[in-house]
């Protein structure tokens, strides 16, 4: 008897655990494990756990129809994870556990622990290599190190690609012998209610937005990216953070349709492969420098960096007050849709890192708190990178201009009246520096809590007497 664990790999196709499960075992059980006070401990956004409720309903029909029931248990936190599986383990008298790997501190803690424990009670433990398309730790240097900055990871990453083309695994084959449980338990998640009935979970749905964005939209991907009035990007997101999607599936339809696109770096379908391998650069740094998952940034000497605090600016950030219209928007959008734009991301993450000075560890864990397609080392890799507290860090020329910035991505003001109802009756010419206009004093809208080339010189100072500490 085998048991699938499913973790963040929610899906039946091209996953590396269920397929050799299925090769190996006659008869297949699959089990997930909700921990709700370690998601609370992990910032995990109410919205994304309800995509996940909703995910494992479809989950647990696609396994039933290759003869694998789907368990559901809760339990606090990762600390009795072990006792879980193990008890579980032997009350099915499951002789072989399948999972898929997460590279997270806490996560690979926990799946040590798990390992020893069936391992003392003679049950076998099998982790694969499943959310990278390379595995991490492949992708090295000369030297035989990990890269540090991405664009030479890139480069020996497509190499590697080239050689490799990693095609995606089928669905697997029914189970000869379909194993009946009575009682799966209920899909009830223990966690602060969001609706995220927005995003689509089922297959076809999911299958079909990645199908219709390679042909439809990826052509002009490095055009319309960053123009968030624009529905130019894949909004693919929530779904490879939870494993409803992988990489391999992506880069599969992406090539199908645009068979040239390795060799073309300006087009719009390099462009969006790229996005996909910065993700996985990401997790290969989290298993290079594990540190990335315990507070530290990067770059060792921006610990010495004096970063301002105040409970007010930061509100008034999150909140979407802040008196620049484009970083408000992009707020606003968040809190009310769990989701924002990645050009507005790096706007708003420069805002509160370099305009306010604010450690970007309470920026990544708001965004953590918030976005539907919150993924760890995407958001730590973001955040740090917009902070210039990361890879290719650049603090003294990576200091944002909100207001240049709105007015190059958002030249009339269409994604700032999306989100701003107040300033709908403001001008073009003031969309963003309504704070300027003559009928300002009439819009229930805050001027600018901070001058923007103040704060850039500020920001500045701070990063360099840092460095020469």
């Known amino acids: 008897m085998g048991l699938v664990w499913f973790r963040t790999d929610l899906r039946v196709v091209d996953n590396t655990a269920l397929f050799e499960a299925v090769k190996h075992c006659d008869q297949l059980i699959a089990l997930y494990v909700s921990t709700p006070m370690q998601w609370h401990e992990h910032h995990v956004a109410p919205i994304q756990v309800d995509l996940i409720r909703r995910r494992l309903s479809i989950l647990r029909e696609q396994l039933a129809d290759i003869g694998v029931p789907l368990v559901f248990k809760e339990i606090a936190d990762f600390a009795q994870t072990a006792e879980l599986l193990v008890d579980f383990a032997k009350e099915k008298s499951v002789t072989h556990v399948f999972c898929n790997k997460q590279y997270e501190w806490n996560e690979l803690q926990r799946d040590d622990k798990v390992g020893h424990r069936l391992a003392e009670s003679k049950i076998k433990f099998s982790i694969f290599d499943d959310c990278c398309v390379i595995t991490p730790g492949e992708v090295q240097t000369q030297k035989g190190e990990a890269f540090k900055v991405f664009t030479p990871f890139r480069k020996e990453w497509l190499k590697q690609f080239r050689s490799l083309s990693p095609a995606p695994l089928p669905i697997p084959k029914p189970m000869e012998e379909p194993l009946h449980i009575e009682n799966l338990g209920d899909i009830a998640l223990t966690y602060p209610p969001v609706d995220s009935m927005a995003w689509p979970v089922d297959e076809e749905t999911i299958r079909q937005r990645l199908v219709t964005f390679c042909y439809e939209k990826v052509e002009d991907y490095h055009q319309q990216r960053d123009i968030p009035a624009i529905d130019g990007t894949s909004c693919l997101s929530p779904y490879l953070a939870l494993g409803m999607l992988s990489p391999r599936q992506c880069i599969a339809v992406l090539v199908a ?115 539907v397609d919150g993924d760890f080392a995407s958001n730590n890799g973001g955040w740090q990178w917009a902070a210039s507290t990361g890879t290719d860090a650049q603090p003294y020329f990576r200091v944002f201009n909100p207001t240049t910035q709105g007015e190059r991505f958002d030249p009339k003001g269409e994604f700032i009246r999306t989100w701003l109802y107040e300033l709908k009756d403001v001008p073009d010419k003031y969309i963003h520096q309504p704070h300027l206009w003559p009928g300002s004093d009439g819009i229930n809208y805050p001027k600018p809590i901070v001058d923007h080339k103040q704060a850039r010189l500020q920001a500045i100072s701070a990063f360099k007497t840092a460095k020469e500490m």
């Open 257 to 371: 349709v645009s068979p040239m696109c390795l060799d073309e770096p300006e087009s719009g379908a390099f462009s969006w492969l790229n996005e996909i391998i910065w993700r996985e650069f990401y997790r290969h740094l989290l298993v290079a420098y594990p540190n990335l998952c315990r507070d530290q940034p990067f770059q060792q000497w921006t610990k010495k960096v004096h970063w301002q605090s105040s409970s007010e600016l930061l509100a008034a950030w999150q909140q979407g007050k802040t008196g620049f219209p484009i970083v408000d928007a992009a707020m606003r959008q968040l809190k009310e849709t769990g989701w924002m734009h990645n050009r507005l991301r790096m706007i708003t993450a420069s805002f509160l890192t370099k305009d306010l000075l604010i450690h970007w560890q309470a920026g990544e864990q708001w965004f953590m708190s918030q976005l």
